[in-house]
């Protein structure tokens, strides 16, 4: 039995832990993505697999882009801002959950840098694990299931992934929690785990050194360049421009290395099923010229509710906030991929079948990227 399509998989990861026989696992797909496979050995057709995937059922009237606010958030601790993407608006809201005793769920680096996984940590000095956007598709395998045992013993939780990761999540769920909060963002696509680590190996071998440290935007150079910083044990680093030959972030913006469902995604437009939506605020001097600042802004989504509005005002003391009123011309101009998908490359499918066959992956970035 398949849960879905192959294409209409996001790899959420869902139907692993919702599988009552553990009969689920998720496997290397021709694509070079994870998608889940059933030992129909073991399986009992059961269907709650399907009865909780976002890729079967999702709900465009779940999401009311009516009553949405938009926030400019700089987090005014510089550390915390240097270390993170854009503004720090995810360290804002992650610290107040740690600030009450609770958890929080993100994507860190894993396997030496080789791969990215969720993980949970329970202290701000942990939080920086989590800091730094990573483009590469995260393991959530088991963390759903442990964010759902805390949730059930009243301890406040904050989750933060894609829009389709959140949408897996509330489905595994199965219920609304008070003591939930859900953070995602505004995705371009998500990239394969099994090109990025061939990338991390290749980038390793070139250096004759393991790699110590990644960020792919860097603020060691101005924000607005999207500079990526790799540093190496034998302490060495270096800084690639989005010119460089040789850049992964070029694969992943010529829409090589991205999940099929990405082109086509879902959960573009506004309100998100997440509780907050982040974004870079992109050209944030041109609709306020008093938001000026290339440390980088974060660019906040979400609908007031009760739960939404009490736990914004709580956790904005350390940032500075401005509400600001967008409109929808600006939005498709400065902020596109709210409501567009990105375009995949013509020779994509030609890309990752030549990687998935076992060619060289330097050898095909120089032939794509020359």
Known sequence: MNICESNICTGCGACVGICPLKCISMERNSEAFSEPVIDDNICNKCRKCQKICPALNYKEEDNDDSDVNFYAVINNNRDVRKQSSSGGAFSMLAEEVLRRGG????????????????ICVDNVNDLSKLRQSKYVQSNTIGSFSKVKTLLNS?????????????????NFLGKKYENLITVDFVCNSITSPF???????????????????????????PYSLYAQLFSFENNCAYIKYTDDPENYMKLFGKGLVGRSI???????????????????FWNADKFDETLFDDGGISF??????????????DSCHSSTVKKVEISEEWLNEN??????????????KEFLSRFSDGENLSNLIKEVLA
């Open 103 to 118: 958890f929080v769920f993100g994507a860190a680096w894993a396997d030496n840098f080789h791969s990215v996984k969720h």
């Open 154 to 170: 009243a301890a406040l939780c904050l989750y933060s992934g894609c829009p389709c990761q959140i949408d897996g999540l509330l």
């Open 195 to 221: 090109v990025w680590s061939s990338y991390v190996d290749f980038i390793e071998e070139k250096e004759n050194s393991r790699l110590s440290g990644i960020e792919l935007r860097t603020k060691n150079r």
């Open 262 to 280: 990405c082109y086509n995604c879902k959960y573009r437009r506004k309100n998100h099923k997440s509780d907050f939506t982040l974004a870079d």
């Open 300 to 313: 906040v989504i979400f609908s007031q509710t009760p739960k939404t509005q009490t736990f914004f005002k």
């Open 335 to 348: 902020l596109r991929m709210i409501y567009n998908s990105p375009v995949p490359a013509e020779g994509r």
